[in-house]
């Protein structure tokens, strides 16, 4: 398709045009992100640091906290830089990087997810043969499969994004620069990049769910066979806790995507759009380690260390 782009900046609406709304939405997105990105980097020192957590979990758990980190700092940061400036526009090349970087981030994440089911579904149903099973090759081999299976799923149907023509529509009614806003305001015909946007929303979203839905099927059969009622209540307790944030994750995302149709809805999605964005990634870093007993453990003796070393370096 010919690039026939006429507009150079697009103005995103934000949450609200309420002053006060814009000043309590500022600080509450302020004190997420700052939580969201400590909880992630506390995660990504501690699994480094202590031997105990080098374990294929935690290795796991590491390259979801990197995603995490680079997910919300490609949506966050400018958010709250419209916020507090009054200044909502954002360059044509700005618009498409925050999309292209929203759009793999989130994917890969969502392979990741099914990764990290499937690697709790080994331990807790077959112990015996994890480690052979998860080993050090195929868990990196797991990666790095979903960093592929993120970049090149979505790198066609966003390519043919970027090559859209923008006429003279340029207001994206978001916070940030999705695609579904984006087809919108194109001045083309896009019901076959919206027919490829679904379908490949379908594979990523419904297929990965699939697997994460089987593997913890899977764990809570293995769990009703525990003989231990406080095993059994703790080994539910976790799965209900990482069920929760998979739920959130998936279900606000299967709501802006897999949907026939994108004419309708865009202040319901921009509102859901909320929970992908900033709940999730506020809860995962609590949710499947920050509330772990190992975990607890290590951030303890690391923090009397550190403290032993500074009395040290004061005597």
Wanted: proline share 3%; glycine share 4%; hydrophobic share 50%.
């Amino acid at each position: 398709m010919e690039n026939q782009t006429m507009v150079r900046n697009f103005v995103l609406l934000g949450f609200t045009e309420v002053q006060n709304l814009k000043t309590l939405i500022f600080v509450i997105l302020l004190l997420t992100y700052i939580l969201t990105i400590m909880g992630n980097i506390v995660i990504i020192t501690i699994t480094l640091l202590d031997h105990r957590l080098q374990t294929p979990m935690y290795y796991f758990l590491r390259n979801f906290s990197l995603l995490e980190i680079g997910f919300t700092s490609t949506v966050i940061p400018k958010a709250l830089f419209n916020l507090a400036s009054g200044n909502s526009t954002i360059s044509l090349a700005g618009c498409y990087v925050q999309a292209f970087l929203y759009i793999v981030l989130g994917t890969t994440e969502f392979f990741l997810l099914a990764v990290m089911s499937f690697d709790r579904c080994v331990a807790i149903c077959y112990p015996l043969s994890y480690t052979t099973t998860m080993n050090e090759q195929v868990c990196e081999l797991l990666v790095l499969a979903s960093w592929f299976g993120g970049f090149f799923l979505v790198l066609g149907p966003l390519l043919a994004l970027f090559q859209l023509p923008f006429c003279s529509q340029n207001i994206i009614n978001h916070f940030f620069c999705d695609n579904a806003p984006l087809i919108k305001l194109a001045c083309a015909n896009t019901r076959l990049l919206e027919l490829v946007d679904f379908t490949v929303a379908v594979i990523s979203l419904l297929g990965t769910l699939t697997i994460t839905i089987l593997s913890y099927a899977k764990i809570i059969f293995t769990i009703l066979s525990f003989p231990s009622s406080l095993g059994r209540q703790k080994a539910f307790s976790t799965c209900i806790s990482h069920l929760t944030v998979v739920s959130i994750t998936y279900g606000s995302c299967i709501f802006m995507y897999i949907k026939p149709t994108r004419k309708s809805g865009v202040d319901l999605s921009k509102a859901v759009s909320i929970l992908n964005t900033v709940v999730s990634p506020f809860l995962n870093p609590f949710i499947y380690s920050l509330r772990n007993k190992q975990v607890q453990i290590a951030l303890r003796q690391t923090f009397r260390v550190r403290t032993m070393f500074s009395h040290v370096a004061k005597v």
